[in-house]
């Protein structure tokens, strides 16, 4: 029986061109600028103190700022980087210059099954400050309180099997409870290789039945009740 469903946020709940054409510029011109501004600030030191110890460098602020935009233009899921756009996007979303974009059957269906009783989680590479400014100020309002819990990176790679299985262990149910929705292919090898239940999101093109992860459109088309209990 399905206890928990973690999900990704980019592709999944919320459109890709939301975080790259709106929010990863956004970051991107922003950056710069903040880091200057607050550069006393001991979170910012201690940010770009981890910057240096990513890149196994000692580096002045200059050299820092001109590194974590060339890892943001890479689309580097690095710990500090994510931590700065978060900061970023919280201004931004305070001042209005976006609300947070998702999907409307994402939201329904979220709405449904927290009903339910089942426990929602966001994993996301994205920082867990990112993450809830998103969740936080959507069209439908805050939808923060329909969640259990958010993970970012500091609990492991998106990529890697023990990172399903740290967070498992922190919420306190066995993998095979747990649903992973996705729409990276390498992510849902790993949950499932943790032991998770798993289903691809693939917003822009036909299912594909024949693949090793149930593949779905949009979340309307997820039965829960598919799944053995």
């Known amino acids: 029986m399905i206890k928990a469903i973690v999900t ?83 201004a931004g979303y305070r001042q209005g210059d976006f609300k947070g974009h998702l999907y409307q059957d994402a939201i329904d269906n979220l709405k449904a099954w927290n009903a339910q009783g089942i426990a929602l989680y966001v994993y996301s590479s994205g920082s867990v400050l990112a993450q809830k400014l998103l969740f936080g100020h959507t069209d439908s309002g805050d939808l923060i309180p329909l969640f259990s819990g958010f ?8 990529k890697e099997v023990d990172s399903y299985h740290n967070i498992a262990e922190h919420i306190g149910y066995p993998p095979p409870n747990i649903l992973f929705l996705s729409d990276i292919k390498a992510e849902l090898d790993a949950a499932k290789t943790a032991g998770y239940l798993t289903i691809w999101l693939v917003r822009d093109q036909e299912p594909d039945a024949q693949v090793e992860h149930q593949q779905v459109t949009s979340f309307a088309q997820i039965d829960l009740s598919g799944f053995k209990r």
């Open 151 to 158: 993970f970012d990176t500091h609990i492991g790679g998106k």
């Open 8 to 90: 990704d946020i980019e592709g999944t709940t919320s459109s890709l061109s939301f975080v790259k054409d709106i929010l990863f510029p956004y970051a991107r011109a922003k950056l710069p600028d903040y880091i200057r501004q607050n550069i006393n600030e001991p979170y910012v030191q201690q940010l770009l103190s981890d910057t240096c110890e990513e890149a196994n460098a000692k580096l002045d602020t200059e050299d820092a700022i001109t590194l974590l935009i060339q890892w943001l233009d890479e689309d580097k899921k690095i710990t500090p980087l994510k931590a700065l756009q978060g900061l970023i996007w919280e």
